[in-house]
């Protein structure tokens, strides 16, 4: 019943921008955190950024500087803004969202959930 849901991706030359949105909907009580990874050819999936019910953020030393990322918890949604792109930006990026949702017990349980990912390429 809780769907993560990614867009904005698409080609982009070296040094331009892209913006990322992350919708989280469905059963879902409340948000604890979502945030960014990413998973480029031939690596490991890594963390990009994440952003806490709190507004605490962590970036990967990679992107500090150049991405910016933010939520607004009423809409339980989350922007991931990336500028200065690189070639090594190259991944498909997926959203991340930990929460509670709403289960046929009383009391909300707690859940994490990931988009289906979306495709950012950086190339001239």
């Known amino acids: 019943q809780v769907q993560v849901v990614e867009s904005g991706g698409g080609l982009v030359q070296p040094g331009g921008s892209l913006r990322l949105s992350c919708v989280a909907s469905?059963?879902?009580?409340?948000?604890?955190?979502m945030g960014w990874y990413r998973r480029a050819p031939g690596k490991e999936r890594e963390l990009v950024a994440t952003?806490?019910?709190?507004?605490?953020?962590e970036y990967a030393d990679s992107v500090k500087g150049r991405f910016t990322i933010s939520r607004d918890n009423a809409k339980n949604t989350v922007t991931l803004q990336m500028n200065s792109l690189k070639p090594e930006d190259t991944a498909v990026y997926y959203c991340?969202?930990?929460?509670?949702?709403?289960?046929?017990?009383?009391?909300?349980?707690?859940?994490?959930?990931w988009g289906q990912g979306t495709q950012v390429t950086v190339s001239s």
């Open positions: 469905g059963s879902i009580f409340t948000i604890v955190a």
């Open positions: 952003i806490n019910a709190g507004h605490a953020i």
């Open positions: 991340n969202a930990r929460l509670y949702y709403h289960s046929d017990s009383k009391v909300p349980e707690p859940g994490d959930y």
